[in-house]
Each structure stands twice: as structure tokens, then as C-alpha cells.
């Protein structure tokens, strides 16, 4: 029986032959800050309005949640990544989860629970270990009447943002906007080097 080969590293996927001679001259990543910092991975090239508009339930609210999960899972080894918000110990943290797909069953037939399941990465290679996490059915889901302030507000008072973000809203408040939105977002690769620690960030520091 013929030796094995040597049991690789954390390397991520490389540019097609698309890419023509930036496939012979990119380096393999060995981190994911590097994989999403190659501008020559990212298939938008920076412009991000179709797909934000794709996830945005105010313009596409026809696409059902269903439907974003199974292409996120299904692009194979684009460079993608979301964000999401999760409340602990009145704490509020955001999480950006990246590299989404579904776990293949066994060739054998072996069935196990495993079997279909959405899994994406959180966080950066630590050691040649990363930790993974399960996406739900509903990850895409849409959240309606949600009450919110405007951008420019939040950024005006970035000092008010405590561990669980701004003070609800009350319903009289004439300045305050009823939006939908996603249970988890689009994030630009351009902006997912800064946001891969798997502790999560504040709200205030994203």
C-alpha cells in the first residue's frame, strides 16, 4: 500500500482558475483575517448593494428565510459572513459567524445527527483548531415591528450605549421608525477582519 501524504494544515480555499495568474501569485491563507482581507476572493469586489438588498426584508420581504439558507450554504467556498446579536447575563454581545455550509452525509450511508445540519465558523484559527456552530432553519428568519432609532441618532449618542444597548423605545416617540429585520445580516468581507473574536464585541465597539 502506498504511503500516505501528510495530513495538511488549516489552508483555506484558494482562488479558481477564473482568477487567471492571481491563482499562482495569492498566498494560501492560513487565517481567516487573511482569506477575507484578499480582495481577489471577494466576488462582489466591493459592491455589496445587490445582496444587502437580497437580505433586506423592507425591499425583498418575498424571499423566504428558507430560501437565504439554503444559498448561503450552497455557495461553496465564498467568502461570506454575518452577524448577529445574542442577549447574556443582560448582557448584549455581537457575534459575526462566517463561511456557512451543510455537513454531507456519509458516502457508506451512515446515517448520524449530523445529516444535513447548517453549520458556519465563529471566529479566527487558534492553534489549528476553530470553533463551529449550528445554523438554525430560521436563521434568516424575518423580525417585524421592530422599534429603532435612525443611524445618526445611535452615532450621536454612542455614549448611551450601555451592555444591553440603548433604553427600549417608547411607542409615543415621534423619532423612533417601526422596521423588519433579519435574525442575522450580511456582513461585508471588507469589515469581518475586525469582527473575529469569538467572544463577540459590544454594541458599542461594533
Known amino acids: 500500500m502506498a504511503n500516505l501524504l501528510p495530513q495538511p494544515g488549516p489552508i483555506l480555499p484558494q482562488p479558481g482558475p477564473e482568477q487567471g495568474a492571481a491563482n499562482t501569485m495569492t498566498q494560501r ?3 481567516f483575517a ?28 418575498g424571499l423566504s428565510h428558507v430560501m437565504l439558507l439554503e444559498q448561503a450554504v450552497g455557495t461553496g467556498a465564498c467568502p461570506q459572513a454575518y452577524l448577529c446579536c445574542m442577549s447574556q447575563q443582560q448582557r448584549t454581545r455581537v457575534y459575526c459567524i462566517h463561511l456557512p455550509s451543510r455537513f454531507t452525509s456519509s458516502l457508506d450511508g451512515q446515517v448520524t445527527q449530523w445529516d444535513s445540519c447548517a453549520f ?16 438554525p432553519s430560521d436563521a434568516f428568519r424575518i423580525s417585524n415591528n421592530v422599534r429603532a432609532k435612525s443611524t445618526d441618532y445611535i452615532v450621536t449618542h454612542l455614549d448611551e450605549v450601555a451592555d444591553a444597548g440603548l433604553p427600549p423605545i417608547p411607542n409615543e416617540q415621534e ?27 459590544t454594541l458599542r465597539q461594533v
Open 29 to 31: 491563507h492560513r487565517k
Open 34 to 61: 487573511s482569506y477575507y482581507g484578499d480582495e481577489t476572493l471577494d466576488p462582489f469586489q466591493g459592491s455589496y448593494t445587490k445582496i444587502l438588498e437580497r437580505l433586506d426584508p423592507e425591499t425583498n420581504n
Open 120 to 135: 458556519a465558523f465563529l471566529g479566527e484559527l487558534i492553534q489549528g483548531t476553530v470553533q463551529s456552530v449550528i445554523l
Open 175 to 201: 423619532d423612533a421608525t417601526v422596521v423588519s429585520t433579519r435574525r442575522i445580516t450580511y456582513l461585508p468581507a471588507r469589515y469581518v477582519p475586525f469582527l473575529l473574536d469569538p467572544a463577540g464585541y
